[in-house]
């Protein structure tokens, strides 16, 4: 099923993101690249929060947030109250983060993780369902946050 | 040199905080245990939630977050704009985190990662000076997330 998906990186993460995006966009997807297109510096917060936001506006989007590590960029987009994002490195995250945790993005390293791993994260993250249940009452929590 | 360090999980990752706690304690650290004390269920938001304001109230803390994936913890920790938590299964990136992002939290998974290996990546967590520099401004932005 055609999904949205909204991918966001910094420069270290550029060719990741292309090559993700072009293989998105072949299996049909509506694939949403919201920066950056050049691999001049820019600061992954900003990237980050600009993911964040589109997801807490549509709650139908899947998220790909990428940076060196992807750690900071992980941080950054779930300062967002509307985005859970799950920094994974292999598929067994990526589906518990959809299955317990109803992440709707998924942050990795272009550092860290090849493509192939991450096009299995991707596909393990787009394949698992929100399991619901003793789960729900958890991600309501990640929603309303204290302060 | 001994290190305030907080620690917190869920139900599912009890065990490796206590493992955690009697080791960074036998290594001389000023252990806080967040809880939760027993096996019994709880929800992971509650704990980090927790965990984050500690680590707001204290530049100098430094901060553990465990749950079954580390997924759960790590997003309610960064929902908290004075805690930088880096989701972690591995040493290169507990070590980035503090070189690029400044982190003042690692979390970890306990159904993930053995205890050998969460030893592993907190020793590297807090060997790791912040790089500082390019990458001071980038933290900057953490600490001033948009809304």
Known sequence: MPRIIYLA???AAVEL???LADWLRGEGHDVRDLGPETADRVDYPDYGYKL???LAADAQATGIALCGSGIGISIAANR???????????PVSAALAREHNDANAIAMGARLVGLDMAKACVEAFLATPFAGG???GRVEKLTNPPG
């Open 80 to 90: 967002v109250a509307g985005c859970r994002c799950a920094l994974v490195n292999e």
């Open 52 to 54: 964040a936001e589109a």
């Open 134 to 136: 003793r789960h729900a």
């Open 17 to 19: 993101k292309a090559a």
């Open 9 to 11: 990186s910094d420069h």
